[in-house]
Structure formats: structure tokens, C-alpha cells
């Protein structure tokens, strides 16, 4: 007979944090309802894409132009690249890791408050689940909280440092974000403004999400987050130097690292949709150790929730045909977020077929 994964230590309630259930001195391994198997093996690469921001805001000419066809690779070989030289101060992003740290050490009724119930939620709280191709729910293990911060902005009152270090983290993120995807519609080819005014960027999506890893005592029997894509337009990550997102690229896995004071940016199935295949939303996952507590700051952003985004009509003519169907913005995220079967995308779904 096999082996049956252990239930939750006695003196740990079920509906606590993972962090709760990390440090539990009797937890030897993996409780049953988080327990799959998986392969997180991966290669180290060193030709991951490195963008150096200061060039894309150049005043040199030469120095612009390297910028530009630097993230233009980046964007259609990879859909990932580290950013340097961004401009955000180094002190700003240890205190946004600094104080979501601090949300996942309050106390288990601060954060009930937030637990998931609908997709439409401001703030959301709790460790998150998939379903596996056999129908059977299995819980991540991760913490995590998320909290939209535009176009309208929202934050847990606690931590009470949050909401002054948010505030300023998605304004300095969304600055960045918007010069990037200016340089991406020139890229593109697109007159100038054209990308602001079809995604109405002004009003533009941007949700702040926290995760917290704890060691786990069998990486290879649980999930941070599985493989999948990104809603959006791009995704900033930052994290406190422990390891574990993972990209692939061509059909292989490879580690990221960054170094200090840099974002590792992802392009995002909205993107892919806006240029008609240019570009490609990378898929990824985030795989847990048994040695250290990993945290990342994840900023998503999109077009304005009301947006209806398609291809950009230029790239349909040139191409002579459209190769996604159009959705409005935040239907898509709603959709994208019922899809918890694990092998799904809602991406796939987007696409049209030679023969539609």
C-alpha cells in the first residue's frame, strides 16, 4: 500500500497560514492537502536579457537605439529581462520587501479578514489552491496578499507603514512601466501616443501582490505558484535575494537571478495580444526550498480595466489578419482567474485558429 502524506500537525488549526504551519516544530513533511509531486529542476543561464533603463531615456541617440533594440529582442526571443539603472532608489525597494514582510508576521485574525471570496475583492489574503487534471484541490505553499492600487488605490490598514510605502512603489513602478511600453508601441512601429491612447494607460490596471515562501521540509512534493502565465502588459518582481522563479525559454527551465537594486520584468498575455504574436507572455512558476523563507513583490500592470484589448489595428493590416480576439480588460482577468485547473490558459483560448 503507499504511503499517505501526513494531515496538519494537531496543535496547528486548519485554516492557518502556511508561515504558521512552516514553523511548526513537529512538521516533518508535507501535509496531504499540499502534497503533489513535481519536477522544479532547472539550468542556470547567463544569457538571460539585461535592459538597461538609462538608455532607453538617453538623450544619445546611439545609446537610445541600443536601448530600444536590446528590449526588442528581449520582448520576442525571451518575454523576460532583468532591469537596471531604473531610477527607483534602492531604499524604496528593500522597504516595499521590508514592510509585506511585515503583513505576513501579523497576527492570523488580521489577515482572515482578507480571505479571497470573489475575483472583484480590493484586498485579498490567504495561501491559494489549484485543481489538478483528476479534479483534486491541492493548497500552494505560499502566503499571499494582493491589493489593487489603480486606478483607484486600496492597502491593508496594517502593517500602518504599507500604505505610505505602496503609495509611493506604485508611482514610481507605473513611471517606469509607461516608458516602457512607449518604447515597446516605437519598437512596435506605432505612432507616438498610439499605445497610451488604445490602452487608455492613464486610467491603467496596477495590483500589488505579496508572496511568502517558508522553507518546506519536501520542495518536490509542493507548489509555490505552478506554471502559468500573467495577465497584463508587464510584471515588475522583486524579491529578498533568495531564488526561485523560474522561466521557460524554448521549451527549457532556467533560473532567474537578479542582482541587487534590479527588476526582473516578464511580458504578459496582454501584451502578446496587443502585438498580434510579437511578443510572447512568458510562462513561469515559482518553486519552493527547505532552507530559507523567499518573499517577492510582485507589481502586475495592464491597460485601464475598461479597455477593450485586441491586436493594434496598424499590426492587424500589416499582417493582413488578427490572431487574437478582443476582450475587455478586466473580463479578462476575471476569466483568467476562474481558470485553476492545472494545463488550462485562458490565452490559448484568445487565439484565432486558421479555421475560425
Avoid at 44 to 56: A, G, M
Avoid at 94 to 105: A, C, T
Avoid at 189 to 211: P, T, V
Wanted: charged share 20%; hydrophobic share 35%; net charge negative.
Amino acid at each position: 500500500m503507499a504511503a499517505t502524506a501526513p494531515m496538519i500537525p494537531s496543535n496547528i488549526a486548519d485554516n492557518s497560514s502556511v508561515k504558521t504551519l512552516a514553523e511548526s516544530s513537529t512538521l516533518s513533511s508535507v501535509p496531504s492537502h499540499f502534497a503533489i509531486a513535481n519536477d522544479s529542476r532547472a539550468s542556470h543561464c547567463d544569457s538571460i536579457p539585461i535592459i538597461d533603463f538609462s538608455l532607453l531615456v538617453s538623450d544619445n541617440p546611439d545609446h537610445r537605439a541600443k536601448g530600444l533594440r536590446d528590449l526588442d529582442n528581449a520582448c520576442r526571443e525571451w518575454g523576460f529581462f532583468v532591469l537596471v539603472n531604473h531610477g527607483i532608489s534602492e531604499s524604496l525597494l528593500k522597504d516595499i520587501v521590508d514592510v509585506s514582510l511585515e503583513y505576513f508576521e501579523l497576527p492570523e485574525e488580521d489577515k482572515r479578514r482578507y480571505e479571497a471570496n470573489t475575483v472583484a475583492d480590493p484586498i485579498t489574503s490567504g495561501t491559494g489552491s489549484v485543481i489538478t487534471m483528476a479534479n483534486q484541490k491541492i493548497n500552494l505553499w505560499r502566503d499571499f496578499v494582493t491589493s489593487y492600487v489603480h486606478p483607484k488605490f486600496h492597502c491593508p490598514p496594517k502593517p500602518h507603514r504599507l500604505r505610505e510605502v505602496l503609495v509611493e512603489y506604485s508611482e514610481k513602478t507605473r513611471s517606469v512601466v509607461r516608458k516602457l511600453l512607449q518604447a515597446i508601441g516605437e519598437n512596435l512601429e506605432l505612432e507616438k501616443g498610439y499605445i497610451d491612447e488604445a490602452l487608455k494607460l492613464n486610467s491603467c490596471y496596477q495590483l500589488y501582490a505579496a508572496h511568502y515562501y517558508p522553507p518546506c521540509p519536501q520542495p518536490d512534493q509542493a507548489m509555490g505558484i505552478p506554471t502559468h502565465t500573467d495577465h497584463g502588459l508587464l510584471t515588475l518582481v522583486v524579491h529578498n535575494g533568495v531564488a526561485g522563479l523560474q522561466i521557460q525559454h524554448n521549451g527549457e527551465w532556467f533560473n532567474t537571478n537578479s542582482p541587487q537594486n534590479s527588476f526582473l520584468v516578464n511580458t504578459a498575455d496582454h501584451l502578446e495580444i496587443f502585438s498580434n504574436g510579437r511578443y510572447k507572455s512568458v510562462t513561469h512558476r515559482a518553486v519552493v526550498n527547505n532552507e530559507a523563507s523567499r518573499i517577492s513583490v510582485v507589481m502586475a500592470n495592464g491597460s485601464a480595466p475598461d479597455a477593450i484589448v485586441g491586436p493594434a489595428e496598424p499590426l492587424v493590416e500589416r499582417d493582413g489578419r488578427a490572431y487574437y480576439r478582443p476582450l475587455k480588460f478586466l473580463e479578462y482577468v476575471e476569466n483568467k482567474r476562474s481558470y485553476q485547473h492545472l494545463g488550462k490558459t485562458i490565452l490559448d483560448s484568445m487565439k484565432i485558429q486558421d479555421d475560425d
